[in-house]
């Protein structure tokens, strides 16, 4: 099946650093990444999509300035969480869609800890 | 409002019994509806999918029954498994969107 990775998949940093997590697509080109926030034992919030080469959409009430999100290539995408305070402390899911069909395919997540 | 209801949210099951999880969406718009399985710390796998068209799927022990009408689909784990423990969340999609709307969740437990 296809495959999506993220890096890191822990990252601790202090209040007011910037944090970059990476999302690959390993065997697929994906047209289409989202990104996904999700707190303990809760469901996932659908943060953003970024489509390749162009500018990403935000849910309602996420912060498109705090959350950077790029999508360079067809294999990459990614998010940075800038100026980041304890709230900003969370589980990051992407997933990436094959252009062909819909299915989405997660990556393993990143645990952000902000201190 | 909450698009796709799931329930239980909590469930246990003996080994070699059924688990059955259950979604009702409101929005019928809605045309792929797929199920993930997600343990501890990892992120969601896709388990199973299906599109309205169809009234059950069935992939291994797990399967899918769609009931277009009221709005409903399930999943049922047969011969459920301890390594089954996880949880498990339906989503649903509309169209060229793709954007999935997630369930809450249901933590499924097999008891050995």
């Known amino acids: 099946g296809a495959v999506v990775s993220q890096h890191p998949s822990r990252v601790i940093c202090k209040s007011g650093t910037s944090v970059k997590i990476e999302c690959r697509s390993l065997d697929f080109q994906a047209t289409t990444m989202f990104w996904y926030r999700q707190f303990p034992k809760k469901s996932l919030m659908l943060m953003a999509t970024s489509n390749e080469g162009s500018k990403a959409t935000y849910e309602q009430g996420v912060e498109k300035d705090k959350f950077l999100i790029n999508h360079a290539s067809l294999t990459l995408s990614t998010l940075t969480v800038t100026s980041a305070h304890p709230e900003d402390s969370s589980f990051y899911i992407c997933?990436?869609?094959?252009?062909?069909?819909?299915?989405?395919?997660f990556g393993p997540g990143t645990r952000l800890l902000v201190l | 409002q909450q698009q796709v209801k799931q329930s239980p949210q909590s469930l246990i099951v003996q080994k070699g019994g059924i688990s059955i999880i259950n979604c009702a969406y409101e929005?019928?718009?809605?045309?792929?509806f797929p199920w993930y399985q997600q343990f501890p710390g990892k992120g969601p796998a896709l388990l199973i999918a299906i599109r309205p068209d169809v009234s059950e799927k069935k992939e291994g022990r797990f399967t899918i029954s769609f009931n277009k009408s009221a709005k409903q689909f399930s999943l049922h784990i047969m011969d459920s498994q301890p390594g089954d423990s996880a949880t498990y969340f339906c989503a649903a999609s509309k169209g060229s969107n793709y954007k999935l709307t997630f369930g809450k969740g249901t933590l499924l437990t097999v008891n050995p």
């Open positions: 997933s990436a869609r094959d252009g062909k069909v819909e299915t989405q395919y």
């Open positions: 929005n019928t718009a809605f045309d792929y």
